[in-house]
């Protein structure tokens, strides 16, 4: 654990923000957990990264101008999302490549910029988690905190830590289709992709999926529930924080959550 109170500034993005929230009081219970000091600047918007990827980079950079700002500050700044997390760790900072006067608080932004699970891990050195699930779980490794980020084993060690047991799936790194902008500009290729995360889904037996995405968990759980699936949906920090009894599985109901055999701890 942390030596020192760090003062922590919570990115909670926007899938979080709009689709579930549970997610970022699920980031500041185990952040406290932790040791921090945790505070969510309301000034907070978008990272930026939908329109850096479809080209528009006035827009990303406006957005970024005011990131850094309303981020200023804080010792690290934390967000339970790779994707985003490797928008303002690996993108945002080149937006002002070619601009003296913002080039050093984007990149000094950047520097204290983490993914929770990481910063977890990896700066706080977490080792018991608060939550308590003695369950089966598989894990999909999304493609930004992988790729971008490094984060692999840091989720499956605090599961484990928690209790579960993390059955494999075949193909854990395999992208799930959603991949921002892609399934809207090639929606059969994102189709075929999420049946095939489903199958392997399925197949490691697991009676819930975990990520530490939003936009991987919406897309993996509609594609799992047109095909009547009953594997339960849900971003790892609800399981690590002991929240699952607190909101249903991604994309069902309570009814339909208890029909599945769902529980929390």
Request: aromatic share 6%; proline share 5%; net charge negative.
């Amino acid at each position: 654990m942390l030596q020192v109170r760090p003062r922590v500034a919570l990115f909670v993005t926007c899938l979080v923000d709009l689709y579930r929230p549970t997610v970022g009081f699920a980031a500041i219970r185990l952040l406290e957990e932790a040791g921090c000091q945790v505070e969510v600047p309301r000034a907070q918007t978008c990272c930026g990264q939908p329109a850096y990827n479809s080209g528009d980079r006035a827009t990303a950079r406006d957005l970024a101008s005011g990131i850094i700002t309303a981020f200023r500050g804080y010792d690290y700044v934390v967000t339970p999302s790779g994707s985003c997390g490797g928008m303002l760790r690996e993108h945002l900072p080149h937006l002002f490549d070619d601009d003296p006067n913002l080039r050093s608080a984007a990149y000094e932004l950047a520097s204290r910029t983490y993914e929770l699970v990481s910063f977890l891990h990896d700066v706080c050195g977490m080792t018991e988690p608060p939550g308590d699930w003695e369950g089966t779980v598989t894990y999909h490794d999304a493609c930004a905190g992988l790729r971008e980020l490094g984060i692999k084993s840091q989720p499956r060690r605090l599961l484990e830590a928690a209790g579960a047991t993390v059955a494999e799936m075949r193909e854990p790194e395999v992208c799930c289709g959603f991949g921002g902008m892609f399934c809207i500009k090639y929606p059969d290729i994102s189709v075929r992709m999420a049946t095939d995360k489903a199958r392997d889904i399925e197949d490691s037996g697991a009676p819930m999926v975990l990520a530490g995405d939003m936009g991987c968990l919406l897309n993996i759980a509609g594609r799992l529930t047109r095909q009547g699936s009953k594997v339960q949906v849900r971003h790892v920090a609800e399981v690590l924080a002991g929240m699952t009894g607190e909101v249903a599985p991604i994309g069902q109901s309570s009814a339909a959550a208890l029909a599945a055999g769902g529980r929390g701890r």
